[in-house]
């Protein structure tokens, strides 16, 4: 029996990994066709800025612009594909738990789809992996993605080439 999710959370950071749960998260909400819905999510974590002494609201207000901008690139995709029940919203917080807790109890969310993780080694081991939290505490199913929607698993040498090239795209648009 296949489960039928109406509701889905898809956490964005602009990492490969995250264009990974986007891609399956499109691929999931069209095979269980209308009425389902896609919820993009970027949170920004004010903790970061909690120690910057020169701290103004233009460095806020720049990162939400840029993570707008990537939202907006996301449902123009998801929209190219053929779905377009889709919308978005950019959060602040702490990303556990904004994307375990907060929002789905906000958006009634059935399922979160997730990149397996969006840091390298260094900031999981200091800060922990928002995925993992996700994983052990959401009030729903959470579809860890690894692979692309073949199923393809990508070498960290692939992925870095990818998200390379990607920045490089991506430097020629702000």
Known sequence: MLQNYKNILVPVDGS???E????KAVAVAKRNGDGTRIHLVHVVDTRAFQNISSF???MVEQV???AKQTMQEYIEDAKKSGFSNIDYSVEYGAPKAVIAKELPEDENIDLIIIGATGLNAVERLLIGSV???VTRTAPCDVLVVR???N???TTEAER??????REAANKGAF
């Open 56 to 58: 103004d609201t233009a």
């Open 147 to 149: 692979t692309d929607t």
């Open 64 to 66: 939400t612009d840029t």
């Open 151 to 153: 199923n393809h698993f």
């Open 131 to 133: 995925t993992e939290h």
């Open 160 to 165: 870095r080439k990818i998200q390379r090239e």
């Open 20 to 23: 990974l749960a986007f891609k």
């Open 16 to 18: 490969y990994e995250a």
